[in-house]
């Protein structure tokens, strides 16, 4: 009896295993409609007339399933075929992203989904899809931002796909704090990071919302401000954010400077073929950095000097690192200088470009087809391309081909939308001005600069249209053409009215490193009419005038930045040289302004002005081209109203002249960032006369003193001027206080 029931189980056992390990001879696919049989196959990788059993069959299963193309799938084996029964997901017709208000966020959160229109549903990639569309919107600002998906069957086996949006409140930054040892006030570490503490007035910028990304960032910017101040071991920490409740965060900076270090010893190792003398320019920085505290900058100035010899000396494979060696609080640098692989350019692809030509994009490379490659100009080059302001994306990559010695490089790039509406309004003491136009940066595809706008002020209508081609022709320089019209009505306080129509062509180009040449020729029509309350003199020039002007400006720019600059210098020489004039007026001019650092919180700047007016022979020059200073050289007096006199009308001179020295002030309320504070002293004249000798000149220097408030707001920057007058004529008109705002957008 035991021995029967012992047989009994074995055969139970070897029925149960034959019933889920068999052989197929044929595969059949049933259910599919869009998927093919052999993408199928290629998922539930599936061998021909392989053994099955239980456990393949379920692994097959799971394959299949997790594809994400199929809601139902059976598998069974009979007549020795394997047969596969699937039902496809549906078709995704449109996809919906509701609850979002503003069109452009809606627009970016269609772009970074995976379900597109007309693709197939797929429950992994609906779960992928929230996520992503979750991690924008705290990216935004939105931390609480919840989401659900559904859908609604439109039967044929499509629907439908909705993401419905629960933004919440925006995640407020309510406090941005410093902790350890961070050597500096906090209101000086809040400038150099972007993210922003929450303030009513601060309604346009989104710094001021929780992103972590950004702050993240943020950390990178606190390392390198105190690398460049000299802590070589600085380090920074952060907690994400501390939850405070109502929506808001505060963000908590840990800050380890360490101790500060000092550059000491500068060595530079060539290759041996190399002559020394080339590269004698980095003694003098060298000289200039030891004993200076290290400064991530500082190197930087070095390399790209380095660079800049290399390829002035037209040395085409080398390149440049650096070595650090640490000895107490002094840090030694070697710049070791060697070759790199030589190889040369083959071929330049050119992909992306839909709108801009061709030729436009080849312009502006530094390597071309056929010459060496030097990273140090692909680089330049990629830079002078994202610098068109064509491409929201450029990118390159390097290519080997059969021959060691040459390379492809494939450029590729997304453009952009390069046109806009220009529309703006300012306003300030001596009234508003409101413009509008249109502007397009890549004009037909050729990278030509249009521009058209009407702008209107209580003295002034002015109408432009302009053109400007940066590569002509081909080359570095560019052409450009003004077409201009403006009437100026300064009857009431300068006794005359101007209309003015004309048009001017010219170029301009890197004349030497950082050196600009600016010229061209202007030649405009203006016809000049005086009140009845002017004078004899001044009536006698009424009437109508055509002059042309030959024109030319030098600007040497050594900025090291132009917004906030804090070091540097710039220089620019202009003159207007009459070609056919009535007067033939001669102007020149000649502004310079330089900047120097005395501490973190203090910028020194130094400005000097001048500008004359004469005729070559000997003429009364015009009412409209004599000249007035601006309210900007000097404060605490009336734009254009210091000077010579004629009755009560202000008539401007043939000379003015302006010195004016400025500081900016450590931060005065540290709860208002984008503030700058400065004292200022301003020293100015305007002199001379030549259409009557009955008026006298007054050659006294005017001069104020005073404090400027600078604020970048939402719909431009505000200024405010706060100016007492030391020195002063009779005949001035003063004003103690000017502000002003607005800009175009």
């Known amino acids: 009896m035991l021995k029967f029931f012992f047989h009994l189980i074995i055969l139970s056992i070897f029925l149960s295993f034959s019933s889920y390990s068999k052989n197929y001879e044929k595969i ?65 017709q449109t996809v919906f992203i509701n609850g979002i208000k503003r069109k452009k966020t809606e627009e970016s959160l269609y772009e970074i989904l995976s379900l ?74 809040r400038s150099v990071i972007l993210s922003e503490e929450y303030r009513f007035w601060k309604f346009v910028s989104g710094k001021k919302y929780l992103n972590e990304k950004l702050i993240n960032y943020d950390k990178r910017l606190l390392n390198n401000f105190y690398k460049n101040k000299g802590f070589y071991n600085v380090e920074v920490e952060s907690s994400f954010a501390n939850y405070i409740g109502d929506d808001e965060f505060e963000i908590l900076y840990n800050v380890s400077s360490g101790e500060k270090f000092y550059f000491d010893e500068f060595n530079l190792n060539l290759p041996v073929d190399y002559e020394l003398d080339n590269f004698n320019r980095l003694n003098k920085i060298f000289d200039e950095l030891k004993g200076e505290a290290y400064s991530l900058n500082s190197i930087d100035k070095i390399l790209k000097e380095i660079d800049k010899i290399v390829l002035n000396e037209q040395f085409e494979f080398l390149k440049s690192s650096v070595k650090e060696v640490i000895k107490d609080n002094f840090i030694n640098l070697t710049f070791d200088i060697g070759e790199s692989e030589k190889f040369y350019v083959e071929k330049i692809n050119i992909f992306g470009n839909n709108i801009t030509r061709e030729a436009v994009i080849r312009n502006n490379l530094l390597v071309d087809e056929g010459d060496a490659f030097n990273e140090l100009l692909q680089t330049k080059t990629l830079n002078n391309l994202k610098s068109l302001n064509f491409f929201s994306k450029v990118e390159s990559e ?65 109408g432009l249209i302009a053109l400007n081609n940066p590569n002509y022709n081909g080359s570095n320089r560019s052409l450009n053409a003004t077409l201009e019209s403006t009437v100026t009505d300064r009857l009431k306080n300068f006794g005359y009215k101007s209309n003015k129509t004309g048009f001017s062509v010219g170029s301009s180009f890197e004349f030497y490193d950082d050196l600009y040449w600016n010229t061209g020729i202007s030649s405009y029509v203006e016809k000049l009419e005086t009140d009845s309350t002017a004078s004899a003199n001044m009536k006698k020039q009424v009437g109508s005038y055509f002059d042309t002007f030959f024109n030319q400006t030098f600007t040497y720019d050594k900025r090291n930045q132009r917004y906030k600059t804090t070091d540097g210098y710039i220089s620019r020489f202009s003159q207007n040289i009459p070609l056919i004039s009535e007067s033939y007026t001669l102007t020149n001019s000649y502004d310079y302004k330089t900047y120097s650092q005395w501490s973190d919180e203090n910028v020194f700047s130094f400005g000097f002005f001048a500008k004359t007016s004469k005729s070559l022979i000997g003429k009364d020059i015009k009412l409209s081209d004599r000249l007035y200073l601006p309210s900007s050289k000097l404060r605490g007096f009336e734009s254009g109203k210091i000077g010579p006199k004629d009755g009560f009308d202000y008539i401007g001179g043939n000379y003015a002249a302006s010195i004016n020295l400025a500081s900016t002030l ?20 305007v002199w001379g006369i030549d259409y009557s000798s009955s008026l006298a000149s007054n050659s006294q220097i005017r001069s104020s003193i005073g404090i400027a408030i600078d604020y970048f707001t939402p719909i431009g920057p505000l200024n405010f001027s706060f100016a007492e007058p030391i020195t002063k004529s009779n005949m001035d008109t003063t004003e103690s206080f000017r502000f002003n705002i607005g800009t175009t957008f």
């Open 666 to 685: 450590p931060q005065i309320m540290p709860n208002l960032q984008n503030t700058n504070f400065s004292v200022f002293f301003d020293a100015a004249n």
């Open 116 to 189: 597109k229109n007309r693709s197939s549903y797929n429950s992994v990639l609906i779960k992928k899809d929230e996520n992503a569309i979750l991690n924008y919107l705290k990216e935004q600002g939105f931390y609480f931002s919840k989401i659900t998906s559904s859908y609604q069957d439109l039967g044929d086996n499509k629907i439908d796909l909705y993401y419905q949006v629960d933004l919440g409140d925006k995640a407020k930054i309510s406090k941005i704090s410093f902790i350890g040892e961070k050597k500096f006030k906090d209101s000086t570490l």
């Open 398 to 462: 390097i290519i080997d081909v059969t021959d060691q010695n040459k390379k492809i490089i494939n450029i590729t790039v997304e453009e952009k939308p390069t046109g806009e509406i220009i529309a703006g309004a300012g306003v300030g003491t001596n009234g508003g001005t409101v413009a509008f136009g249109v502007s397009e940066n890549n004009y037909l595809g050729r990278g030509i600069e249009f521009t058209a706008d009407v702008a209107v002020s209580a003295e002034s209508l002015k």
């Open 28 to 92: 059949i696919i049933n259910g599919n409609e869009r998927i093919s049989n052999e993408t199928i196959l290629v998922f539930s990788e599936i061998v021909e007339k392989q053994f099955l059993d239980e456990n393949s069959i379920n692994n097959i299963l799971k394959r299949l399933y997790n594809s994400g193309y199929f809601k139902d799938v059976s598998i069974k084996i009979e007549n020795n075929n394997l047969t596969i029964d699937v039902v496809e997901n549906p078709i995704i």
